[in-house]
């Protein structure tokens, strides 16, 4: 186990019926701006459950975060809390929501361009307060202090964070995540999916409540997953759902070991270039790179196929083929394609996003910081 | 999964050489008392790597702080920070160290009668910030809000928490607990143990990753803990026993789950009347429990059973049977003896624990609150 820092200050509020505790959440003399995306929570309750609560606080709204969520829409929310002195944050919504809020929260409070918080990475030394009433179990940014925004003018999907983001409080009630639609259901089970493998499947390490956690994550996952899409109203169903995602992603099964993310850097260009859903994008890179990066990962990917699929028998090579074969299936199983030519790329897209890693400085990704540019076009290549 | 609320803003710096840290994360300008135990910290190191992080530092020290801290050692405690206008508190041992350092950070901003906070759970509205450098992985205490201090005139020994109380930090370096007694590590490892099994082996409740992690950190427990006994000088496997023992009562695998803590409860009455170490209790208390409640806790003795010790054949009475046979064993396997006639307990104490419990108001213990009385005379008969 390597030396850690953990801190995660988040206040989790979770059940049905919880965001009636926005009303004590949020200071009672806030001026609160509730952003949220294309108005599915006007649809399902929320918004309607998110007014009853802030019914005596004085607040506006700001709607249209849009899926990857834009550098320019934000840029109009941050024009938005400084007309009206805003001064607490609350994204209502999935991933994209919390990303796009903590962009905001960093962003009205920076001295200079905000643009160089993502394509120069400037330090964030201080943020609004914000906090998140959550409807999509996926990204766990509802509890970490990170987020990614998309500059559509210029192709970037860049990312950020700061210890000045963690959400001060974020309520999860699986019954918001009952009317969602199955595609976004299967893209967040994904991506919750990748983002315990990224920081398992790695090395050996020795962390073995790591492991454990991670694994009981993948298995939840599996298990609950496919319910989540063939009986939505299931409250058990949905509640491991949303907080496995919530436990992938808030630091902890990523305390002490390698961390290797290469899945959702290359990930990044192929929504940042083609437009696929984020989740679509780590379930084509992710069987592809452990393809490409097979006997770095080979200790790990045999645990994790014993352990998590139950694979037991047959030599090494045979056990690291079905692991692989097997999360692939996963993803087809949720109706998430995991081939480039799924979604109608060819190989002559390759250099164009072997061109935006370099560009975007992704030139040493994974645990061993050895997936070079090559190494990256031999992962997109495997996944045409 | 019931509705939870988590909340732990505990900063953990995990690993060797972190005692350092102290430096930057106490301000400055604070009035430091740094509070520890017998006097092992001079023997092995620690004492001195908390001298060099404080050398800037306006401190004071408190020494002698018990095993199970006692109420009037500690009011000596909260003298010294009124007279020395102390405004900072940092624990440098086991959890007794730091429960009695919580217990005087609540203690000091306290009006009136200290002694209410313990005897009539009086609300602990502040307390002083304080932090931790753990050097026995036991309790959980560096990063939760709980303590339990003893009165030795009264026979008391009472528990209290506050949301004021969770350590701003805690330090946990491995190398700190080389040179521990092996009857501390087994000790620390039982009492890690029945945390776990507090909040897993109870009623059956659907939440997955709750479970998942809590198996896991038994698991880790079990292959690790003889290890530690046996090689005490390997790190991966102090580091694994230490960050188990600090998961084991973080909140997290609470969060949403019945609760059961009858054995603790129990067990703080064998100590207080008889002198046992808290680990001897639990190791004493636990198997008599399970063997009085196998009914109700069948569901999640057979679980635990097969995904912690892999029993998977024989009728499910056969296998309750070996999953608190196998317990035991584990328990006796790490030299704890799990029989009140082990200590030179017989059958004629038993009228005053049941009277002690009943003066305590621990009359409606378990996951289910139907510990009555009679129950807890049924396992202090079963224990013998």
């Known amino acids: ?29 806030a001026r609160v701006l509730v952003l949220y995306g294309g108005g599915s929570i006007k649809k399902n309750g929320v918004y309607q459950q998110v007014s009853q609560a802030l019914a005596e606080h004085t607040w506006f709204e700001f709607a249209g975060i849009e899926p990857n969520p834009s550098f320019h829409t934000l840029c109009q929310a941050v024009d938005m809390v400084k007309q009206e002195q ?3 944050l609350l994204a209502v919504g999935g991933g994209s929501v919390a990303d ?56 970037d999907k860049l990312s950020f964070f700061s210890a000045a983001l963690y959400p001060q409080f974020a309520i999860l009630d699986p019954t918001t995540t009952y009317s969602l639609p199955q595609k976004q259901v299967a893209n967040g089970i994904v991506d919750a999916f990748v983002h315990t493998v990224e920081q398992y499947v790695t090395c050996a390490h020795g962390a073995q409540i790591q492991d ?22 299931d409250y058990q169903v949905r509640a491991n759902v949303m907080w496995a995602a919530t436990m992938a992603l808030n630091g902890l099964i990523g305390c002490g070991v ?15 270039l083609h437009g696929l859903d984020h989740g679509q994008t780590l379930a084509v890179v992710l069987p592809a790179e452990w393809q490409v990066m097979r006997e770095q990962k080979a200790q790990k990917l045999l645990q994790y196929g014993e ?14 083929d079905q692991s692989i074969a097997k999360t692939r299936a996963f993803f087809e199983s949720l109706g998430v394609a995991t081939r480039l030519s ?35 076009r031999a992962i997109l290549q495997a996944a045409l």
Chains 1, 2 share one sequence.
């Open 86 to 88: 805003i001064d607490f």
């Open 212 to 233: 454990a956690m991670a694994e009981g994550i993948l298995r939840t996952l599996i298990q609950e997953g496919p319910k989540a899409l063939h009986n939505p109203q």
């Open 1 to 29: 186990m390597n030396n850690f820092s953990f801190y995660n200050p988040t206040r989790i509020f979770f059940g049905e019926g919880q965001i009636a505790k926005l009303t004590q959440a949020i200071p009672a003399d």
């Open 307 to 320: 352990r998590v699929w139950g694979i037991q028998t047959g030599d090494e090579q045979t056990r690291i």
């Open 100 to 155: 796009g809020t903590k962009f905001v929260a960093a962003a009205a409070c920076f001295e200079g361009d905000p643009w160089d918080i993502l394509a120069h990475r400037a330090k964030i030394q201080q943020a609004l307060p914000l906090g998140v009433v959550l409807t999509l179990p996926a990204t766990g940014s509802e509890s970490n202090p990170n987020g990614v925004i998309t500059n559509y003018q210029t192709q």
């Open 342 to 376: 799924d979604y109608g790329i060819s190989a002559d897209a390759i250099d164009a996003m072997v061109e935006a890693l370099e560009k975007h400085g992704m030139t040493a990704l994974g645990e061993q910081r050895n997936i070079d540019l090559p190494k990256s």
């Open 258 to 272: 390698p961390q290797d993310w290469a899945t959702h850097m290359i990930g990044h260009e192929l929504t940042a």
